[in-house]
């Protein structure tokens, strides 16, 4: 018994292989920094600022935008998009703006209504009806690559009524999370419009 107690403690304890350790860790930190960076190619973060989008977002509220999106498909009716505003200044923020017509649509207001290719669209995402001031009698023919963006406060927006039709090279991404403030959390809802609408 007094031989087995004096080897135990002769044997020498194991030591932390520090190289191993060392690796581990340089190893973790890369992979984080890899998913890190991917996640920002694929994503940005847009903070609403203003009225245009109310009652669906407000101003504070904190998004994440896909960047993915449009680089496998192209942008429908009803999608929530982010970009960079026409013939704006370089320091002009994004906006975020509801995608009404797309490429070869006829986008028409009349009499304050929306109508795509001659149908009046159901809009129960607008904060009230537009004023015939805001939302004058107009007509425009969607070219290719051409998209035509609203705001859901129509009394209130700048949106292509103002500077025409935007272009993809334009769109920052289609909207998908809203994450703050928590108590807003949830994914951006996409809006399916009738098939009704050629």
């Given at each position: 018994?007094?031989?087995?107690?004096a080897?135990l403690?002769?044997?020498?304890?194991p030591?932390?292989?520090l190289?191993?350790l060392l690796?581990?860790?340089?190893?973790?930190?890369?992979?984080?920094?890899?998913?890190?960076?991917?996640?920002?190619?694929?994503?940005?973060?847009?903070?609403?600022?203003?009225?245009?989008m109310?009652?669906?977002?407000?101003?504070?509220?904190?998004?994440?935008?896909?960047?993915?999106?449009?680089l496998?498909?192209?942008?429908?009716?009803?999608?929530?998009?982010?970009?960079?505003?026409?013939?704006?200044?370089?320091?002009?923020?994004p906006?975020i703006?509801?995608?009404?017509?797309?490429?070869?649509?006829e986008?028409?207001?009349?009499?304050?209504l929306?109508y795509?290719?001659?149908?009046q669209?159901?809009?129960?995402?607008?904060?009230?009806p537009?004023r015939?001031?805001?939302?004058p009698?107009?007509?425009?023919?969607?070219?290719?690559d051409?998209y035509?963006?609203?705001?859901d406060?129509?009394n209130?927006?700048?949106?292509?009524?103002r500077?025409?039709?935007?272009?993809?090279s334009?769109?920052?991404?289609?909207a998908?999370?809203r994450?703050?403030?928590p108590?807003?959390?949830?994914?951006?809802n996409?809006?399916?419009?009738?098939?009704?609408?050629?």
């Amino acid at each position: 018994m007094q031989d087995l107690s004096a080897t135990l403690t002769t044997l020498p304890r194991p030591r932390l292989r520090l190289r191993g350790l060392l690796r581990e860790i340089l190893d973790t930190a890369i992979l984080i920094g890899a998913i890190y960076a991917l996640v920002n190619l694929a994503s940005v973060r847009f903070i609403v600022e203003g009225p245009s989008m109310q009652p669906n977002f407000y101003t504070g509220q904190v998004l994440v935008v896909s960047r993915l999106h449009y680089l496998l498909g192209s942008p429908q009716r009803g999608d929530i998009v982010v970009f960079n505003p026409p013939n704006q200044p370089a320091d002009e923020p994004p906006y975020i703006k509801r995608v009404i017509g797309v490429p070869g649509d006829e986008v028409e207001i009349r009499d304050t209504l929306v109508y795509v290719n001659g149908v009046q669209l159901d809009e129960p995402y607008i904060n009230e009806p537009c004023r015939s001031s805001m939302c004058p009698d107009g007509r425009w023919q969607l070219g290719e690559d051409e998209y035509f963006v609203m705001g859901d406060n129509r009394n209130h927006s700048s949106d292509s009524r103002r500077f025409g039709t935007i272009t993809t090279s334009e769109i920052i991404g289609e909207a998908l999370i809203r994450y703050w403030p928590p108590a807003d959390w949830g994914l951006v809802n996409r809006l399916a419009y009738p098939e009704d609408v050629p």
